[in-house]
């Protein structure tokens, strides 16, 4: 496709219910990136996927979160068990490589509202 | 680690004034230097960045200076418009792929 595309666009939650948002990033791209961005915050790091490889998972908050990216392309982030403190926009990227000068290109993200 | 500290977090500036937007980072290693435009409820994107074998870059009204002696970068709008107007967040890479971002700042364009 021509962007990182992202689904849903907005998703309400019941606090405890299981959550799944998907990204599907840009073809050919082997990084794909999670962000969490809260409102008036700049985005902050969740995880890292080198093709299939999940190489970087530090950001993640806890162990109710989740995320693979089984084939090497699309991408699924769970939120177990959601809090309301999960409720964010959840931003998805990808790129070719970064440390060679490509650049990174974002989703419109998923709204996450835990209530 | 590195951290990125970006100023200020409001600026307002009469349309068709300049507008500079600062940010300093921690790690010397840090060698590739972006920034985003977000406007409410859209997505972060890209509107230009550097690599620290270079000390400027320009497109069109936009401009990045890269200080690394000093570990600062700058981003520099002239001839602001109302479209201008946004968050811009800058960003330093850490290693091969976790950019770490500045907080943020909000540029009001005053008609």
């Known amino acids: 496709g021509a962007g990182v595309s992202q689904s849903p666009r907005y998703k309400v939650a019941k606090r405890g219910q299981d959550v799944a948002l998907r990204c599907d990033p840009i073809?050919?791209?082997?990084?794909l990136f999670w962000y969490q961005q809260a409102l008036g915050q700049g985005p902050e790091f969740l995880t890292y996927?080198?093709?299939?490889?999940?190489?970087?998972k530090s950001g993640l908050p806890s162990d109710r979160f989740f995320a693979e990216r089984p084939e090497g392309s699309v991408s699924t982030l769970k939120i177990q068990r959601t809090q309301q403190e999960d409720s964010a926009v959840y931003l998805c990227?990808?790129?070719?490589?970064?440390?060679?000068?490509?650049?990174?290109?974002f989703g419109s993200g998923t709204q996450l509202s835990v209530l | 680690g590195e951290n990125v500290e970006q100023h200020p977090s409001t600026l307002s500036v009469q349309e068709g004034d300049s507008a500079v937007i600062k940010c300093t980072y921690s790690d010397s290693a840090s060698n590739y230097f972006p920034w985003y435009k977000q406007e409410l409820g859209k997505r972060p994107q890209l509107i230009i960045d550097i690599r620290s074998n270079v000390g400027e870059k320009k497109d069109q009204r936009i401009a990045v200076t890269l200080n690394k002696t000093a570990k600062h970068f700058s981003l520099h709008i002239t001839e602001t418009q109302p479209e201008d107007s946004a968050v811009y967040f800058c960003a330093a890479l850490r290693g091969n792929y976790q950019l770490i971002w500045g907080a943020g700042t909000k540029l009001i364009i005053k008609p």
């Open positions: 996927f080198q093709n299939e490889a999940q190489l970087d």
């Open positions: 990227a990808s790129s070719t490589r970064l440390e060679r000068g490509e650049k990174l290109f």
């Open positions: 073809s050919g791209h082997v990084s």
